[in-house]
């Protein structure tokens, strides 16, 4: 099993900047993906950016930019920046790990993000 906490989440003011985190724990596979999702109300789920163990990255479209995805594979972390945030912006931040050959995803438990005045 893999435990997966992010933290970070808040109240923050259009054009500001966040930094979520995502700490993995448990049996954690030795090759694998961390990712960012999100899910706004009345929306799916929907990709933000994922990085493997070797640092490569990809970004959904139109989130390149804005949104920069990091980790330290010493502590398991994964780590999202956002920067200018936007209203729509507001939703809830999931992490996810999967492993890059065979098995289950895990998930996080969320984080909430609000943008707003």
């Known amino acids: 099993q893999v435990q997966l906490v992010e933290s970070g989440g808040g109240l923050v003011q259009p054009g500001g900047s966040l930094r979520l985190s995502c700490a993995a724990s448990?049996?954690?596979?030795?090759?694998?993906?961390m990712g960012w999702y999100r899910q706004a109300p009345g929306n799916q789920r929907e990709m933000v950016a994922s990085i493997t163990n070797g640092g490569t990255t990809r970004y959904a479209d139109s989130k390149e930019g804005r949104f920069t995805i990091t980790r330290d594979n010493a502590k398991n972390t994964v780590y999202l920046t956002i920067n200018s945030l936007r209203i729509e912006d507001t939703a809830v931040y999931y992490c996810?790990?999967?492993?890059?050959?065979?098995?289950?995803?895990?998930w996080g438990q969320g984080t909430q993000v609000t943008v707003s005045s």
């Open positions: 448990g049996s954690i596979p030795s090759i694998n993906t």
């Open positions: 996810r790990l999967a492993p890059m050959t065979t098995g289950r995803a895990y």
